[in-house]
């Protein structure tokens, strides 16, 4: 029983990270239409950019915000670069934001090397039933929830929300009532941006960090999106939570080189809910 | 309140608009009229700045609403946002003065844009563009697909409004809505005016009534 209150809370700290890169792809293929498959790097650049700053001497939280500052900067030069011309389409665009991805790994092994890099989180452990373990996970968890509150708080109740809402499904209306339409993408680039930051950040502490660890983070992460219509955060963090939970139950009862296998087949699932609900969602709306 | 001077307008090599010229005073209800694809709509959308110029000039004095073509809702959005995303250009996020104009939107104010009503989005669509507190309003196709009691109660709000002292440029397929409403009008074909006058003019001219206002008049 112990062992599976730890398995379920090292999964919901995992699958946090898998939200939480999730959310950042939905905030952008809300607005954009794009797919963004330079998410995980985000989540990279801002792990290994804590991990410098921790090691020049800044205290901990301040080179935390710092590094998910980098990773919004790193958003919006994504942004730029995959939406700035206006009438990229959205296929093109997914096409840069992974060649960005792959050049990404040049810059970071250039700047860090391909060690795999870590530091600490909140120190301590905690025991909760006869189960233990690392408090960081509390962190992690409530970190996460508080950002799916302030993004159905951003989408729902205020006019920058609202507009972002717009772009996505009018963006002709949007541009009608004034609306910048590229840089609302831009300001989604960025917000994905800090979202990734965010989750490199939190899962540094209890997962070592190389350059390409944006490959585990983006399926995850994706399969958590794709589960939510790339549209619905709330689902996507079902989908994050639900993989990690699924992940970890299968690295403490059976194998733990199946993990990514799990994110695939729950991709997969997901995919094909998805395609089997679009008829009857057709339906509706005629 | 808008000026328009030889405006030449491409979609891509094609010229959609070619020396244009028209104007609408303060006040003003003036009524542009034309068949399918003569580019009435390249119009308005120049004059809202959606789409540029590639020669001549653009003029509008004070604020523009504008109500596109197809009422071009937010549908995920409910009609209280689609309201006050109307006022984003001047941050006017105040909605009580466009649910006095147009009380039937009232008690809809909670309900998803996407689920209303034809007529009902178009009046969401006049409230919105009524948001940006417009000198002057250009409305394309009030009346497309709308039950004709409908397309009346819509036009007796913009006469209010008008008469309220808005400017209107009513861009119209339905020609006898239009040259009933407007006192003066523009006929464009092919991207060329190739009529102007007052309303009663142009409905006495043989050669509007026939392609526009039907055999009968």
């Known amino acids: 029983m112990s062992d599976l209150l730890q398995y379920l809370i090292t999964g919901l700290g995992g699958g946090c990270a898998f939200a939480l890169v999730g959310s950042g792809m939905v905030v952008i293929h809300r607005v954009t239409r794009v797919v963004n498959f330079a998410q995980g790097s985000f989540a990279v650049l801002a792990a290994l950019t804590t991990s410098t700053l921790l090691a020049t001497g800044l205290p901990h939280g301040v080179a935390e915000l710092l590094a998910v500052a980098v990773g919004a900067g790193a958003g919006l030069l994504v942004g730029l670069v995959a939406i700035g011309k206006p009438g990229t389409p959205p296929g093109a665009s997914l096409i840069i934001t992974l060649g960005l991805a792959v050049a990404a790994y040049a810059v970071e092994v250039?700047?860090?090397?391909?060690?795999?890099?870590?530091?600490?989180?909140?120190?301590?452990?905690?025991?909760l039933a006869g189960a233990r373990f690392q408090a960081h996970y509390l962190l992690i968890i409530g970190a996460t929830v508080a950002v799916f509150v302030t993004l159905a708080i951003l989408f729902a109740r205020t006019d920058v929300g609202r507009a972002l809402s717009a772009c996505a499904s009018n963006p002709y209306a949007a541009k009608v009532?004034?609306?910048?339409?590229?840089?609302?993408?831009?300001?989604s680039f960025a917000?994905?941006?800090a979202l990734g930051g965010l989750a490199g950040v939190l899962v540094t502490p209890i997962q070592l960090v190389t350059f390409d660890y944006d490959v585990t983070l983006i399926v995850g992460g994706f399969a958590a999106a794709i589960l939510g219509g790339l549209v619905r955060p709330a689902l996507t963090l079902a989908g994050g939570l639900l993989l990690g939970v699924a992940q970890a139950l299968v690295a403490g009862y059976g194998n733990a080189a199946y993990q990514l296998e799990v994110a695939l087949v729950l991709m997969l699932a997901a995919m094909i809910w998805q395609a089997a609900r679009q008829p009857a969602a057709q339906r509706e709306v005629a | 309140m808008i000026e328009v001077r030889e405006l030449t307008v491409r979609h891509g090599a094609a010229v959609a608009l070619d020396r244009v010229d028209l104007t609408v005073a303060a006040g003003e209800m003036v009524a542009l009229i034309g068949p399918n694809g003569a580019g009435k709509s390249t119009l308005a959308d120049t004059l809202a700045g959606i789409l540029r110029p590639a020669a001549g000039t653009v003029a509008v004095r004070g604020r523009l609403g504008y109500v596109p073509e197809g009422r071009q809702m937010f549908p995920d959005l409910t009609v209280d946002d689609n309201l006050r995303l109307g006022g984003w250009a001047?941050?006017?996020r105040t909605t009580a003065p466009v649910y006095d104009i147009l009380p039937r939107l009232d008690p809809l104010r909670r309900r998803r844009a996407g689920s209303l009503s034809g007529g009902e989005q178009q009046m969401v669509a006049v409230g919105r563009a009524l948001m940006a507190r417009p000198e002057v309003l250009v409305v394309d196709e009030l009346s497309l697909g709308l039950a004709p009691l409908v397309v009346a109660d819509l036009a007796r709000h913009l006469r209010?409004?008008?008469t309220d002292g808005l400017a209107v440029l009513l861009v119209e397929q339905n020609a006898r809505l239009a040259l009933d409403l407007c006192g003066r009008g523009y006929v464009l074909e092919a991207g060329r005016v190739v009529a102007t006058g007052t309303a009663a003019d142009l409905?006495?001219?043989?050669?509007?009534?026939?392609?526009?206002?039907?055999a009968a008049r």
């Open chain 1, 110 to 127: 250039l700047i860090w090397g391909d060690q795999p890099r870590s530091f600490a989180g909140v120190p301590g452990a905690v025991e």
């Open chain 2, 90 to 92: 001047i941050r006017n």
């Open chain 1, 191 to 193: 917000v994905g941006g």
């Open chain 2, 203 to 214: 409905a006495a001219d043989p050669r509007v009534a026939d392609a526009y206002l039907g």
């Open chain 1, 177 to 187: 009532v004034g609306i910048n339409v590229t840089r609302m993408g831009l300001l």
């Open chain 2, 160 to 162: 209010e409004l008008n």
